[in-house]
């Protein structure tokens, strides 16, 4: 068997050794060169200028909360009716009265419910009052009639947008009891002109009040 030569001078294995040795000695030089000729530095401690300016916190006092005392109620004010009969305390009306907006029709019944003209709502306030233009005479009765009784009956009426009186309702009666039914039973009959809102005729309320005199004969 051949056996095979090879030039020591191109051993690359053989040469590896020497090669690493001659690196680290240079790297050793080199670094030991770098320290010698470097720079020192020195670090002096930071000295202030002897001022020092203080922080103190405190806890702020809890305050009470300033509380109101209510507003004190509105007084309401009255507003008399046009009839000098009727008491003040009897016809004192909600100054701030809620005035809604009807739903105003074209000609009488159209949008009306049921057929009817205008709106069914009840109004209490109006551009144009009802107009009394047929009374009837309410029946004295006979016992305060013989009585010589005399007396006033205050009611609450509804005057629809025809001008019928469809509700009548005894508010106060001065004696009580006595001159009740025949006042409603008369009102009942009476017409007026209905009041209207924006030019439309509407159901109203408002108070009527009916006495009962006896004539000197």
Do not use: C
């Not at 159209?110 to 209490?124: D, F, Q, V, W, Y």
């Amino acid at each position: 068997m051949a056996s095979e030569w090879r030039n020591p001078k191109y051993d690359i294995k053989a040469q590896s050794r020497t090669v690493f040795e001659q690196a680290l000695s240079l790297s050793l030089a080199l670094v030991i060169l770098v320290m010698l000729t470097s720079r020192t530095f020195q670090v002096n401690e930071y000295r202030s200028s002897g001022d020092v300016e203080l922080i103190q916190i405190e806890d702020m006092p809890v305050t009470d909360q300033l509380r109101l005392p209510p507003a004190p109620a509105r007084p309401m004010i009255p507003i008399p009716t046009a009839s000098d009969e009727i008491p003040d305390d009897v016809t004192i009306m909600d100054t701030a009265v809620d005035i809604p907006v009807p739903q105003l029709a074209g000609p009488p019944g159209i949008n009306a419910p049921n057929g009817e003209a205008g709106s069914s709502r009840i109004h209490t306030a109006w551009e144009q009052s009802p107009e009394l233009v047929r009374i009837v005479k309410p029946a004295y009765p006979p016992e305060a009639q013989r009585k010589n009784i005399e007396g006033r009956v205050i009611l609450s009426i509804v005057v629809d947008e025809m001008g019928n009186v469809i509700e009548a309702t005894v508010i106060q009666s001065i004696p009580t009891g006595i001159f009740d039914e025949a006042a409603v039973e008369s009102v009942m009959s009476w017409r007026f002109r209905p009041a209207k809102l924006r030019n439309q005729p509407i159901r109203a309320r408002l108070n009527q009040t009916v006495t009962f005199t006896l004539s000197p004969n």
